[in-house]
């Protein structure tokens, strides 16, 4: 199954082989378990504010921005989008009843994953839309010695966000900047391409932009979502849990560093 994914993308791709050298992981969802707390919150958000957006189609739209969403429901609901003003006093509304949520637990299988990643060799980063000020910290906190601050991508750093493949060129432009040069010394680094990477998602905007970055896209579906929905937007390989796919890491390595 793995080898005929493998085989798949390359071809679709031009490539002759992987040349895989860095893992780039988004975080909601994929590395805390954090999306029923997005989800809880926007639902109630929305009904406060006499809109209707229920808990599971929170999950499609995840990584999409505040306004975003609030426009998508704004537009089917009443016809016309929110102005500037409500798109903030609902955002705000929303992060308030976030804030009040327990605080997101490690996904579970996710650390061990990460350490198994590093240990074969390739590189963790994260890519994601959050712009928690606290990220790093926490971060560090729950994945101790495993990410790098100027390997992870996040919301200030990217001007569009998910679904645009933007944040995973960014993490792909990152890696080449932090890593193919030594001691600040500039080396020519034309080699680094997407068959470099594999990315990590949870989410159908985030697969799509994974897959339109010319990554090989793995999901996870932690989610209530049908994992048709992961598929067809696109994804490489789909795994119901981080667990299973720590548990799987092995072969998908193999499969992912095997000449084709
Ligand atoms: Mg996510």
Known sequence: M????????????????MALKAAMFDMDGVLFDSMKNHAKSWHETMAHFGLDLPEWEAYMHEGRTGAGTINIVSMRQRGYEATDEEIQRIYQYKSNLFNQCPKAERMPGAYELLCKVKASGVVPMVVTGSGQKTLLERLNRNFPDIFRQELMVTAFDVKYGKPNPEPYLMGMEKYKRTLSSVKGERRPCGEIA???FIVVENAPLGVQAGVAAGVFTIAVNTGPLPDEVLLNQGAN????????FCDEWENVFEGLTVDN
């Open 2 to 17: 793995i080898a005929d994914a493998v085989e798949r993308y390359l071809e679709q791709h031009g490539y002759e082989r």
């Open 194 to 196: 997407a068959n470099n």
């Open 237 to 244: 390989l789909l795994f119901h849990s981080m667990q299973e």
